[in-house]
């Protein structure tokens, strides 16, 4: 499976973004997908993840109430939407996937985008 991250820019405190990964190959439904973020100097850590169906969801709690995790699953493509953009969301957002259930550990996750960046600028 590849992943290709697209969608991070330059955006103003309390603005919004929707970063999209799409994938190639096939059986993408059987993949559980995650995004992660890594900020200059910190550790990589989790975003949000989403089951293959859909219908599970789980988000970090810096983020529960802003971010939206979806996937079109006939385009083969997982989304994140950030809203209320705070300077603090600042970095390279990754996603990942994963066979079997939704994820929050980085380990878990076997195939990896390349990551795009999100600046948030007060």
């Known amino acids: 499976v590849q992943l290709q991250a697209s969608g991070g820019g330059l955006v103003q405190v309390g603005g919004s973004l929707r970063l999209s990964c799409a994938t190639s190959?096939?059986?993408?439904?059987?993949?559980?997908m995650g995004w992660f973020r890594q900020a200059p100097g910190k550790e990589r850590e989790f975003v949000a993840t989403?089951?293959?169906?859909?219908?599970?969801?789980s988000y970090a709690a810096s983020v529960k109430g802003r971010a939206t995790v979806a996937r079109d699953n006939a385009k083969s493509t997982a989304y994140l939407q950030m809203n209320s953009l705070r300077p603090e969301d600042t970095a390279v957002y990754y996603c990942?996937?994963?066979?079997?259930?939704?994820?929050?550990?980085?380990?878990?996750?076997?195939?990896w985008g390349q990551g795009t960046l999100v600046t948030v600028s007060s």
């Open positions: 990942a996937a994963k066979t079997g259930a939704v994820g929050i550990e980085a380990y878990e996750f076997d195939y």
């Open positions: 190959g096939r059986s993408f439904s059987s993949y559980s």
């Open positions: 989403i089951s293959g169906s859909g219908f599970t969801e």
